[in-house]
């Protein structure tokens, strides 16, 4: 209240109360949680291209999927694709279990087919059945949801990260998958393709958790302008213990000779002391839902360890 007093004497404002709709996101809060979500402008998306009466769908992509160019196959207006696809990217701001596969489409926006139509298709029949759906935010630190994930103090101020990867057949260059959580909320993501092709999956994984340095050390030093006190190292979590020792042992050999400088600065932050690499397994690793096509049951307990909640929950 004195902040806004402040800049009132400087500045003709007008107070428009607590937050609620803000450049097409929306903000709902009740019993002390928070839910950023687009549920109009999800609606708004659906209307605007015939898919308001469709079958809902349970997982945005298929398990496994794999797109490919093929010339052979059926043409679809380019200019539909396009527009579906970006308003899609809009929606990606508060609905990171999309990600993947909005990424993935956009690779065809040139030349789009049959085939890729279908799977914009499907990602808006996903939208239909989870309307509702959007990032979760508590008030206080609670993170029950780490201590049962990684056994982590729940009284600690945290900042985690989780890296993965996943091939690509087309191109032979892999996906590299990450995520980013405060306080048991996601606050940054990014699936992406890879600028190079990897020859192995130690490769592969180490490029991608060198992304995520990136991007640990940058929400680092954002929360230490924010004046936010982060009681320890920012840990990223890898499920591959290859690519941990690899970053802690400088040793060059078969494995890793060939791999670019620039990929060795997840090396020097290691050693640095800036950033803590702890493996978890497979089944853990959160960052699998933004690399590949998932089946329900692991795709929908990953979105739930993810923090997508649906605003049902504060009513």
Known sequence: ERFKRSLKLEFKMTDLGILSYFLGIEFKEA???????????????LKRFKMMSCNPASTPVEPGLRLVKDDSEKSVDSTLFKQVVGSLRYLCNTRPDISFAVGLISRFMDNPKASHWAVAKRILRYLKGTLSYGVLFTKDSDQTAFTDL????????????????CGDKVERKSTTGYLFKFLG????????KQPVVALSSCEAEYIAACYAACQA??????LEELKIEIQRLVELYLDNKSTISLAMNPVAHGRSKHIETRFHFLREKV???????????????LADIL?????????????????VSSIEILN
């Open 217 to 222: 050390l940058w929400l680092d030093s954002l």
């Open 271 to 285: 050693s640095k002391k800036q950033l803590d690499l702890k493996y978890c397994s497979t089944e853990m690793q």
């Open 185 to 192: 909320a996601p606050i940054s993501w990014c699936s992406k």
């Open 291 to 307: 690399t590949k096509g998932l089946k329900v049951n692991k795709f929908i307990e990953l979105r739930d360890k993810l923090g």
């Open 150 to 165: 990684v056994g982590i103090s729940e009284s600690t101020t945290m900042l985690m990260g989780f890296s993965d990867w």
């Open 31 to 45: 019993k002390g949680l928070l839910i950023m979500h687009q549920l109009k402008y999800a609606i708004d998306l």
